[in-house]
């Protein structure tokens, strides 16, 4: 039995600084192993801030600072507790965004995108497309163990 690996997801901050992120979601990153941020931060004061609260995996989206965009890739792949995860902000209109960014990975397990502000929690042909939406109005929750579990929650 894999012992659970708890990931905080957000994306699309859209703030100046930490402190513009509600707290009630900054309380809930700081009870995870991961913070994933699939982009749009904006500043990179975002990122520092989210890092000095615990690990960040990031990617930067089309609206991140060049600072941002020079620390972080604008895909990742990794992996946690055995599953590959694809990490990309996305791009182009809400309508078909997780078929479009499913092309971008092979052999992985999770996609974690942003870019459309809307929620997804869906499975396309096995790999679960999560889009934890914008992070003034929800965040995700992955635990990830022997079965993924994938929450999408109201800031």
């Known amino acids: 039995m894999r012992t659970e690996v708890r990931l905080g997801v957000i994306a699309d901050t859209h703030v100046g600084s930490i402190d513009d992120i509600l707290l009630s ?13 699939a982009g749009d931060f904006v500043r990179k004061e975002v990122l520092d801030g989210l890092s000095a609260i615990g690990q960040v995996k990031a990617v930067y989206g089309n609206m991140d600072s060049p600072e941002l965009k ?3 890739p604008e895909r990742e792949e ?33 996609i ?3 870019h459309s502000h809307q929620p997804c929690n869906q499975y396309i042909e096995g790999v679960l497309l999560f889009n934890p939406g914008e992070a003034r109005n929800s965040f995700g929750l992955l635990t990830i163990g022997d079965q993924v579990k994938a929450h999408i929650l109201k800031s």
């Open 25 to 37: 979601v900054r309380k809930a990153l700081s009870h995870v192993d991961l913070i994933v941020h």
């Open 70 to 72: 020079a620390v972080l």
């Open 78 to 110: 990794f992996e946690v507790n055995g599953r590959k995860i694809g990490l990309i902000h996305g791009w182009g209109s809400p309508k078909g965004i997780a078929e479009r960014v499913k092309k971008e990975f092979s052999g992985v397990d999770i």
């Open 112 to 114: 974690i995108f942003g």
